[in-house]
T-cell receptor, first 112, second 115 residues
């Protein structure tokens, strides 16, 4: 019940395309859902986060869609660029930003 | 922005020795910090919660006598891997949450290799 399931494991998209990464959870006590970007050999960096009282949140080229009834949320990257190539993790927590439970990660490659 | 710095970024040690990893919040105070472990091409797994001025709380399956955590100030937490073995080789990442802002900021990670 503490798991967050993320898919796909890897994704290749052409420049300008819109990669979509999906996550699903079971624990209804989760109330904070962030997305992180990680480059090789670096720590994760927060991209965007959402709480369950909102169905969509947009920051720059990144959008989170949240479906509370389905217990699913997804990340969309608009106008993707080769520099967006990284591993993306969704996460969830029932304690704000504390004790995050991470998804398995998605290795995203944006081809020029 | 809020910056979390880990040191060292890479360390190689011999089996049986101990290694200390530092996690510092450079421009904010953090009562609580977290230590994660990440295997190659895998997700981050929470190891323990580091609480300033009190004992750390460990996740199930994490040996507290092997992974010693000290959070002596509001800007510094340390993780000591004691009597390291090759299976302890991993990428260790800390995060800190500013006392005034509910958002987790991660360090750049420490690559530990035990030979």
């Amino acid at each position: 019940q503490q798991q967050v399931k993320q898919s796909p494991q890897s994704l290749i998209v052409q420049k300008g395309g819109i990669p979509i990464i999906n996550c699903a959870y079971e624990n209804t006590a989760f109330g904070y859902f962030p997305w992180y970007q990680q480059f090789p050999g670096k720590g994760p960096a927060l991209l965007i986060a959402i709480r369950p009282d909102v169905s969509e949140k947009k920051e720059g080229r990144f959008t989170i869609s949240f479906n509370k009834s389905a217990k699913q949320f997804s990340l969309h990257i608009m106008d993707s660029q080769p520099g967006d190539s990284a591993t993306y993790f969704c996460a969830a927590s029932s304690q704000g930003a504390q004790k995050l439970v991470f998804g398995q990660g998605t290795r995203l490659t944006i081809n020029p | 922005g809020a910056v979390v710095s880990q040191h060292p970024s890479r360390v190689i040690c011999k089996s049986g020795t101990s290694v200390k990893i530092e996690c510092r919040s450079l421009d904010f105070q953090a009562t609580t910090m977290f230590w994660y472990r990440q295997f190659p091409k895998k997700s981050l797994m929470l190891m323990a919660t580091s609480n300033e001025g009190s004992k750390a709380t460990y996740e199930q399956g994490v040996e507290k006598d092997k992974f010693l955590i000290n959070h002596a100030s509001l800007t510094l937490s340390t993780l000591t891997v004691t009597s390291a073995h090759p299976e302890d080789s991993s990428f260790y990442i800390c995060s800190a949450i500013p006392n005034h802002r509910p958002q987790a900021f991660f360090g750049q990670g420490t690559r530990l290799t035990v030979v």
